[in-house]
């Protein structure tokens, strides 16, 4: 693989003219170095599967720093 790349889906919604966003999938997507390879999905949270959501977003932060610096060699 060539990068590893945070990927956090969201959207913004007003209630009682409070603003607020809500997170709905949190993953990594792994790029290979290789164009003609298919990118690999690592999905840590998905609102439609799973109801505790902060120890996914600590999880995803955690492998984003693993995965990049074995990417990048350090």
Same mark, same amino acid.
């Given at each position: 693989?060539? /990068?590893? /790349?945070?990927?956090?889906?969201?959207?913004?919604?007003?209630?009682?003219?409070?603003?607020?966003?809500?997170?709905?999938?949190?993953?990594?997507?792994?790029?290979?170095?290789?164009?003609?390879?298919?990118?690999?999905?690592?999905?840590?949270?998905?609102?439609?599967?799973? $109801?505790? $959501?902060?120890?996914?977003?600590?999880?995803?932060?955690?492998?984003?720093?693993?995965?990049?610096?074995?990417?990048?060699? /350090?």
């Amino acid at each position: 693989m060539g /990068k590893c /790349k945070l990927v956090n889906v969201s959207r913004n919604f007003t209630q009682d003219k409070t603003s607020s966003t809500v997170i709905d999938q949190l993953g990594l997507e792994l790029l290979p170095k290789d164009s003609n390879e298919s990118p690999v999905f690592l999905e840590f949270y998905n609102a439609n599967n799973v $109801f505790v $959501f902060n120890i996914h977003l600590q999880l995803q932060a955690k492998w984003h720093k693993l995965i990049t610096s074995q990417l990048e060699g /350090k």
